[in-house]
Nanobody, 123 residues
């Protein structure tokens, strides 16, 4: 069992940066691939990016590639989402998720989810 808790969301202006974190419980965090997803009002949850267990593979959605960076610290049981050059269309609830196996973009393959943190980008 893994429990995930996101933090660091907030209200920022377009062009600003923000880092959200996801802290995991349990001693097996390093064995899980991690993903970040987001859901805007009236829209489906979408894949933002992910990171493999070792950190060596970090796929991103095209909409955030070059602006967002995902990293993990297995010693701290934490995964980070660094968001730069934020746009109003990045406004959403951001969720982290964990899965066994390789990192991927399909939400249904993630076994554990956090409660989400709101990120709002004003124009």
């Amino acid at each position: 069992q893994v429990q995930l808790v996101e933090s660091g969301g907030g209200l920022v202006q377009a062009g600003d940066s923000l880092r959200v974190s996801c802290a995991a419980s349990g001693r097996t965090f390093a064995s899980y691939a991690m993903g970040w997803f987001r859901q805007a009002p009236g829209k489906e949850r979408e894949f933002v990016g992910g990171i493999s267990t070792s950190g060596g593979n970090t796929p991103y959605a095209d909409s955030v590639k070059g602006r967002f960076t995902i990293s993990r610290d297995n010693a701290k049981n934490t995964v980070y989402l660094q968001m730069n050059s934020l746009k109003p269309e990045d406004t959403a609830v951001y969720y982290c998720a964990a899965r066994t196996g390789g990192v991927g973009s399909i939400a249904g393959r993630y076994e554990y989810w956090g409660q989400g943190t709101q990120v709002t980008v004003s124009s």
